[in-house]
């Protein structure tokens, strides 16, 4: 009879093969589109994963917000985020053909919170604060969704757990030959940076680029993208918004966005033509 110690052995070096040969893959997760990004991302753990975890905490979070009165109370908000996400998921398929498949959904929770997100998978959450604090426009709102459905485009949350996967494997090692259910460390980080962890200035360079895009794809001037994150910049003072605090802004954060605004003009001019 196989001991309790080598059973235990054997375990941990089926895990240890399984989770380094998962870390060796490498994905390309969106096409290039005009703004041309095409970085490959390494992952270490799978998308559905990722995305039953997301779906997860955002049923719970949506259902949390109903039972407070804090979902979509008002309707006339809650239809314009509804119309500008409709045309925002709609040149999705530009840069992954497999999102016109997602479960995508849409909600505004009332809160003074100057935040947005929107989790792996499609799930995208606008507080209300964002749109009345600073008065946005259909552009500027464009520019805030455009920037967080590129987030979930790229996997940017997939790509940071599996960095955090990768950094703890020894500690995943050691509790699986301790006989602890080391898997279910997976779920706990997965949580961790859904909810909002920092994402490194890649990310967010990428997120700006690929949600300016989808703006002027749909219809909307890329060039409010500037004017977001300098009404961003007057409401923070010395303290950024809770929308800014994990987002790296030096100084040629507008360059970029502007430089990023002129190469997709044509596709706004011509959406707009039609």
Not at 176 to 187: H, K, N, R, Y
Not at 233 to 256: A, C, I, K, V, Y
């Amino acid at each position: 009879m196989m001991s309790k110690i080598t059973r235990q052995f054997k375990l941990t070096l089926a895990l240890s093969a399984a989770l380094f040969g998962m870390g060796c893959q490498t994905v390309q997760t969106t096409q290039p589109g005009t703004v041309g990004i095409t970085r490959t991302q390494s992952m270490a753990v799978s998308d559905q994963q990722i995305n039953t975890a997301s779906a997860q905490a955002y049923s719970k979070l949506v259902q949390e917000s109903a039972g407070k009165s804090q979902l979509n109370r008002d309707a006339a908000m809650n239809a314009r985020v509804q119309e500008i996400a409709r045309r925002l998921i709609a040149q999705t398929r530009v840069f992954r053909e497999d999102a016109s498949r997602w479960r995508w959904e849409v909600n505004v929770f009332q809160s003074d919170q100057v935040n947005a997100f929107c989790m792996a998978g499609g799930k995208i959450g606008i507080y209300s604060g964002i749109i009345s604090k600073l008065q946005l426009t259909d552009s500027e709102l464009a520019a805030v969704m455009g920037h967080e459905m590129a987030h979930a485009l790229r996997e940017h949350v997939r790509e940071q757990v599996s960095l955090q996967y990768a950094t703890q494997l020894p500690g995943i090692l050691l509790a699986a030959v301790t006989g602890i259910q080391a898997l279910g460390q997976l779920g706990d980080m997965v949580s961790s940076v859904t909810l909002g962890l920092p994402r490194s200035r890649q990310a967010e360079v990428e997120a700006d680029e690929i949600g300016v895009e989808l703006a002027a794809r749909a219809g909307y001037d890329p060039r409010a993208a500037i004017s977001l994150w300098q009404k961003m910049n007057r409401l923070g003072g010395s303290r950024p918004p809770e929308f800014m605090s994990t987002h790296p802004s030096p100084e040629s954060r507008e360059q970029d966005l502007a430089a990023t605004s002129e190469k997709v003009m044509s596709l706004y001019r011509a959406t707009s033509a039609r």
